[in-house]
C-alpha cells in the first residue's frame, strides 16, 4: 500500500502538465518571434498616424490582432476611405481565418472560452499547433499548447505595436514611413503566390486597381478584390 501511494505521488499532475505543455508552445514560436516584432512596429506606427492618442492606437491594435488588418484598415482611413469599405476590405483579408478555424473546431470542440482560443488565432499559431499535433504531441494538452504559441506571439506583437506607436508618433513629418505599409503588403503577397490561380487573382487585381483608381472612395480596391477573387475561382476551376 505504501508503495502504491509513493508511485502515485510520484506522477505528474495534469495541471504541471498542463503548464508544461504552455511553455513547450513558447519555446515552439519563439524562433518566429523575431520576424513578427519588425512587422508589429510598423502596424503601431501606422495606427499612430490615424490616431489621435498612443492610448486610442494601442486599443486598435489590442482590440484587433491582426496584423494585415490593421494595416489595411489604416490606409484606409489615412485616405478617408468609407467605412464600410475598409470593413469589406478587413474581412477579405481575413478570409483564411474561415479555414484556420474550421480546422481548429475539430480539436477544440468540447473546449470552453472559445472566445480567448478564436482571438488569439494566427498563421503562427495555427501552423505550429497542428504540426505538433500532427506528429503526436500534446495531444493530451492541446489547449495549453495552442495558449502558450497564441500569448507569446500576441505578447510580442502588442509590445512591438506600442514602440511602433510611441516612436511613430515622434517621427516628423518630413520622415514620412507610409512607403512601410504597401512594402510589407508586398512582402505578404509574394510568398502567397504558388500557383497559377494566386498568381491570376493577385496580377488581375492589379491591373483592375489601376484602371479603377479614378472612382471616388476608393472604390477601386473593392472592384479589384472581388474581380481578382473571381478571376482566381475561374483559373483555379478550369484547372480541375
Keep these: 500500500m505504501q508503495d502504491s501511494i509513493v508511485e502515485t505521488h510520484s506522477l505528474p499532475s495534469p ?14 514560436v519563439s524562433p518566429l518571434l523575431m520576424g513578427v516584432l519588425p512587422f508589429a512596429l510598423i502596424a503601431g506606427s ?26 489595411a484598415a489604416c490606409e484606409l482611413l489615412h485616405q478617408g476611405t468609407p467605412v464600410l ?22 480539436h477544440f470542440r468540447q473546449e470552453k472560452g472559445k472566445a480567448l482560443l478564436a482571438y488569439l488565432l494566427t498563421d503562427q499559431a495555427f501552423a505550429i499547433s497542428i504540426s505538433q499535433w500532427e506528429n503526436g504531441k500534446f495531444l493530451s494538452h492541446k489547449r495549453s ?3 502558450g504559441t497564441g500569448f507569446a506571439l500576441w505578447f510580442t506583437f502588442q509590445v512591438g505595436s506600442l514602440v511602433g506607436i510611441l516612436v511613430g508618433a515622434k517621427v516628423p513629418p518630413e520622415w514620412s514611413l507610409d512607403f512601410a505599409i504597401p512594402l510589407s503588403f508586398i ?32 472604390l477601386g480596391l473593392l472592384v479589384a478584390i472581388f474581380g481578382g477573387l473571381l478571376v482566381g475561382w475561374i483559373v483555379e476551376r478550369t484547372q480541375t
Aim: glycine share 6%.
Design 85 to 106: 469599405l475598409i470593413l469589406i476590405t478587413v474581412w477579405v483579408v481575413n478570409l483564411r481565418m474561415l479555414i484556420y478555424s474550421a480546422v481548429m473546431s475539430g
Design 46 to 71: 501606422s495606427a499612430a498616424s490615424v490616431s489621435s492618442n498612443a492610448v486610442e492606437g494601442m486599443a486598435f491594435s489590442v482590440l484587433i490582432f491582426a496584423g494585415a488588418s490593421q494595416l
Design 145 to 147: 499548447f495552442y495558449l
Design 15 to 28: 495541471t504541471h502538465s498542463g503548464i508544461s505543455a504552455f511553455w513547450a508552445g513558447i519555446r515552439a
Design 187 to 218: 512582402a505578404l503577397l509574394v510568398p502567397s503566390i504558388r500557383d497559377k490561380a494566386s498568381f491570376a487573382a493577385a496580377f488581375s487585381s492589379a491591373i483592375l486597381l489601376l484602371l479603377f483608381a479614378w472612382l471616388p472612395m476608393n
